[in-house]
């Protein structure tokens, strides 16, 4: 059943290359909407509530998955399609590609009111008083970190764990973005799925930083540059796991991100990746993209190769 895992992850793979996100009734916007209704029934203000929100916000989810594994143990056919169209539904790698590049059009063509209307569909920064560079970094860290969660993270643990794997990746990590931020209201709420989503990129976001070096001279970067920055640099970023991404990426572009980020009015000053890298530019964020189809197209290839391997294993 292995194999046909494997061959679910590189169909829903393609899939996502070749039409992106479902434009209608996006099955993790349903979750979206649906976890948000839960939320505002189990929200308190503490710790406590927030684990509990968690179990059954990514318990419910990731259990149907399982049955629906289970139920398929001896169907490949089955397996393998069930497997494809939740791979297409989970991966955003092809979406988050699309917004880089409109982004880098809008920048190059000196749009600046353009490109300040698309951030927001990258990251939560105030886009308001960005300049040029500083939307050109946004972006590049942006597709830096979001290359492991929308593309490298679901596919590796599709290739661990299969059809649980997919979904419980994709649901903890919405969860995340939903509650796992630094506010008021989610201080304390959101803790349990940002420890979560922590401990669930731990390994994706090292091999995003890994097959990005290796990807760097088909994007005219330094694999030497982009592995010193990534080791000198990727535990200064305050995620553990978003700095190795991004990390890698500025020595592999041979730019410099990091600095000051402001959100809804909360201002953060993170270290500088890169120190001794240039300024983003809309140029760079085209390369960027490149590096990040490759990167996804790498783990794409990895996450095959694990799961046909696992199978003759267990033979």
């Known amino acids: 059943m292995a194999v046909a895992t494997g061959a679910g992850l590189l169909a829903g793979a393609l899939l996502d290359a070749a039409l992106g996100d479902p434009r209608r009734w996006h099955p993790v916007a349903g979750y979206g909407r649906a976890a948000g209704a839960l939320e505002r029934q189990m929200y308190a203000p503490t710790t406590a509530a927030g684990a509990r929100y968690v ?18 143990w001896r169907r490949p056919l089955a397996r393998a399609v069930l497997v494809a169209a939740t791979t297409w539904t989970v991966l955003g790698s092809t979406s988050l590609r699309r917004e880089g590049t409109e982004m880098a059009k809008a920048l190059a063509s000196g749009d600046l009111a353009a490109a300040r209307e698309r951030l927001p569909h990258l990251c939560g920064r105030d886009p308001s008083a960005l300049d040029a560079p500083e939307l050109a970094r946004a972006t590049v860290e942006s597709v830096a970190e979001n290359t492991s969660d929308a593309a490298v993270g679901a596919l590796f643990w599709g290739a661990v764990a299969g059809l649980p794997g997919l979904v419980g990746y994709r649901v903890v990590n919405t969860l995340d973005a939903m509650v796992g931020h630094r506010s008021t209201r989610y201080a304390r709420f959101g803790t349990a ?11 994706p976001a090292r091999i995003t930083a890994a097959l990005t070096v290796a990807a760097a001279p088909l994007v005219d970067g330094s694999p030497a540059r982009a592995l010193w920055t990534w ?3 990727g535990r200064r970023h305050p995620s553990p796991n978003s700095g190795q991404c991004e990390a890698a990426m500025a020595g592999a572009l041979g730019v410099r ?21 240039r300024a983003p530019s ?5 390369r960027a993209v490149r590096l990040s189809a490759l990167v996804s197209a790498g783990a794409t290839a ?3 190769v694990a799961a046909v391997t696992k199978a003759r294993t267990k033979r």
């Open 257 to 277: 991100l990091g600095g000051r980020n402001v959100y809804a009015g909360r201002v953060e000053d993170r270290p500088v990746l890169g120190r001794r890298g």
């Open 231 to 233: 080791a000198r640099d």
């Open 55 to 72: 179990a059954v916000a990514a318990g419910v989810p990731t259990a149907v998955a399982l049955a629906a594994s289970v139920a398929t």
């Open 282 to 286: 809309a140029g760079d964020i085209h």
């Open 302 to 304: 990895l996450a095959v």
């Open 193 to 203: 799925a940002a420890r979560l989503d922590d401990l669930a990129n731990v390994v």
